[in-house]
Structures are given as structure tokens and as C-alpha cells.
């Protein structure tokens, strides 16, 4: 029998008796995991009954130290007799034979099983899906960029010049204003034209594309200041009425409507 005692309200187990039945128990002897088994839930049922009683009020004239001593014997007594099914599960798991390593290639053992614990095999992730290539060819995309653009009536080649401007085709790219994905989102941007994820292409082109349109319709057709807009933002290139004068910009709109 493990021995339980009483350690600042809570619950311990005597670390003799628990280390003599661990060992019995690593050599896989039935009667000492059916033993532990029953033993721990008794114990659990102990616990639980012992936490639902300091749960209630007991102010009154019963709560006193032979009462307490009383509800102590009582639920020890208890606990050996109710189960809830915790030691038949304990016994089935502890009784299954340890697991070997698989030799065979693409599995690997799992690095946190313990040195007398059961190794389960892990399969290995193939190469292809552990690391996702940021960067895609234009030519993968050629064909999303001409379905929008000729959907949305937008200039042939437009899109494909601002991903390359934007994100140098990188799908996962960053700014350190905000802005995400191949076709460089903002976070407002991206809501207000339907984009739930601006790192994934399509998505990125369907938005973008949108959101020209709306700047084309806005600047009357201009296709400089929509595409200035695009990067600037509409509230500067309604300021200055044109192009702002940033660097960035002006070089950003020469860029894209070199070819376009």
C-alpha cells in the first residue's frame, strides 16, 4: 500500500514506497501496475473529495477538530471503495509493450522520450515541405496576373511590374510600415479589398488589382497618380495634386511604368 500523507493541506506520496513500486513497475510486473493503478486513483478520489470539502463553508458548530478528523477517515474510506475508471486506464497504457525505434529511413525517434520510457517513431517532414520558397518565378503567375487585369480592365503587364517593384517576388516579405506579401498590403488596405492573407499570391494579386482599379476610378484614369497612390497613399498624391515629391515614389512610379 502507498503510504499518503498530509503536507501543508495538500496531498504527498511516502518516496520509499513510491520508488519501490516504481521499480517494480518498470519491469512491467502486472500485479505491481494493477496495484499502483488502483493505489492512484484511489489516492485522486482522495484529492478530489478533500478539495470539494475545503470548497464548502463549514462555519457552524461542527467544525471542529474531531469533525475534520471525522470527514478525514471518512473520505480514506471512501476513496477505496468508488472508481472512476482512472486504474483501468492507467493499467491498459502501462501494460503496452515499449515501442522500438523504427529503423527505416524517414523516421526518427521522438528526442523526448526518456532513457526506459516508450520511443514512438516521428516521420520526418520531406525536405519539400520544410522550408516554403518565399520567392516564386513570374512566369508561375503569369497567368493570375493577366485574369485580373483583364477582368478589372487594367493595363496588360501592370501588376506583374508592381509585384516585382513591391516585393521583388517575395510572398512573405515585411515592410517596417505595415505592409505584407508579394504585393505589399497594408493591413487596412488588405481588409477594405477582401484579402484574409496578403502573403498568399492570389489573394495578394486579386487585391491589388481591386484596389487599382478603385485608385483608376478615383484619379479619372491617371494612371501616374494611381500608381503613385499605390505606394504614397491617396492622401499625398492628393495633397500635391500629382506624383509626391519623395524619392521613393518617383522612382517607384518610374519603375512600373517603364513597360507598361
Same mark, same amino acid.
Given at each position: 500500500?502507498? &503510504? =499518503?500523507?498530509?503536507? !501543508?493541506?495538500?496531498?504527498?506520496?511516502?518516496?520509499?514506497?513510491?520508488?519501490?513500486?516504481?521499480?517494480?513497475? &518498470? !519491469?512491467?510486473?502486472?500485479?505491481?501496475? &494493477? *496495484?499502483?493503478?488502483?493505489?492512484?486513483?484511489?489516492?485522486?478520489?482522495?484529492?478530489?473529495?478533500?478539495?470539494?470539502?475545503?470548497? *464548502?463553508?463549514?462555519?457552524?458548530?461542527?467544525?471542529?477538530?474531531? *469533525?475534520?478528523?471525522?470527514?478525514?477517515?471518512?473520505?480514506?474510506?471512501?476513496?477505496?471503495?468508488?472508481?472512476?475508471?482512472?486504474?483501468?486506464?492507467?493499467? @491498459?497504457?502501462?501494460?503496452?509493450?515499449?515501442?522500438?525505434?523504427?529503423?527505416?529511413?524517414?523516421?526518427?525517434?521522438?528526442?523526448?522520450?526518456?532513457?526506459?520510457?516508450?520511443? =514512438?517513431?516521428?516521420?520526418?517532414?520531406?525536405?519539400?515541405?520544410?522550408?516554403?520558397?518565399?520567392?516564386?518565378?513570374?512566369?508561375?503567375?503569369?497567368?493570375?496576373?493577366?485574369?485580373?487585369?483583364?477582368?478589372?480592365?487594367?493595363? =496588360?503587364?501592370?501588376?506583374?511590374?508592381?509585384?516585382?517593384?513591391?516585393?521583388?517576388?517575395? *510572398?512573405?516579405?515585411?515592410?517596417?510600415?505595415?505592409?505584407?506579401?508579394?504585393?505589399?498590403?497594408?493591413?487596412?488596405?488588405?481588409?477594405?479589398?477582401?484579402?484574409?492573407?496578403?502573403?498568399?499570391? @492570389?489573394?495578394?494579386?486579386?487585391? !491589388?488589382?481591386? /484596389?487599382?482599379?478603385?485608385?483608376?476610378?478615383? /484619379?479619372?484614369?491617371?494612371?501616374?497618380?494611381?500608381?503613385? !497612390?499605390?505606394?504614397?497613399?491617396?492622401?499625398?498624391?492628393?495633397? /500635391?495634386?500629382?506624383?509626391?515629391?519623395?524619392?521613393?515614389?518617383?522612382? /517607384?512610379? &518610374?519603375?512600373?511604368?517603364?513597360?507598361?
Amino acid at each position: 500500500m502507498i &503510504k =499518503v500523507t498530509d503536507i !501543508a493541506g495538500g496531498v504527498a506520496l511516502d518516496p520509499k514506497n513510491l520508488n519501490s513500486l516504481r521499480n517494480s513497475a &518498470k !519491469a512491467n510486473s502486472p500485479e505491481a501496475i &494493477k *496495484t499502483a493503478a488502483k493505489q492512484m486513483e484511489s489516492l485522486f478520489v482522495n484529492m478530489m473529495l478533500k478539495s470539494m470539502r475545503q470548497a *464548502t463553508p463549514q462555519d457552524g458548530p461542527m467544525d471542529n477538530d474531531q *469533525t475534520r478528523l471525522f470527514s478525514s477517515m471518512l473520505d480514506s474510506q471512501i476513496s477505496q471503495h468508488v472508481h472512476v475508471g482512472l486504474a483501468d486506464m492507467m493499467i @491498459k497504457q502501462l501494460s503496452k509493450p515499449a515501442v522500438k525505434p523504427n529503423p527505416v529511413a524517414g523516421m526518427s525517434p521522438d528526442p523526448h522520450s526518456s532513457a526506459g520510457g516508450v520511443e =514512438v517513431p516521428i516521420p520526418s517532414m520531406p525536405k519539400q515541405a520544410q522550408k516554403k520558397d518565399r520567392h516564386i518565378t513570374p512566369d508561375a503567375l503569369k497567368p493570375i496576373f493577366k485574369d485580373v487585369e483583364s477582368k478589372l480592365d487594367l493595363p =496588360v503587364g501592370l501588376l506583374e511590374k508592381m509585384a516585382f517593384a513591391e516585393s521583388s517576388w517575395d *510572398t512573405r516579405a515585411h515592410s517596417n510600415k505595415g505592409a505584407s506579401g508579394l504585393m505589399q498590403l497594408m493591413p487596412g488596405t488588405a481588409k477594405r479589398f477582401h484579402v484574409d492573407d496578403p502573403t498568399e499570391p @492570389k489573394q495578394a494579386i486579386e487585391g !491589388a488589382g481591386r /484596389y487599382m482599379r478603385w485608385l483608376l476610378d478615383r /484619379y479619372g484614369g491617371n494612371l501616374e497618380k494611381a500608381v503613385a !497612390a499605390y505606394n504614397a497613399g491617396e492622401g499625398n498624391v492628393d495633397k /500635391y495634386n500629382g506624383v509626391p515629391p519623395f524619392a521613393e515614389t518617383r522612382e /517607384y512610379v &518610374k519603375r512600373v511604368l517603364k513597360s507598361v
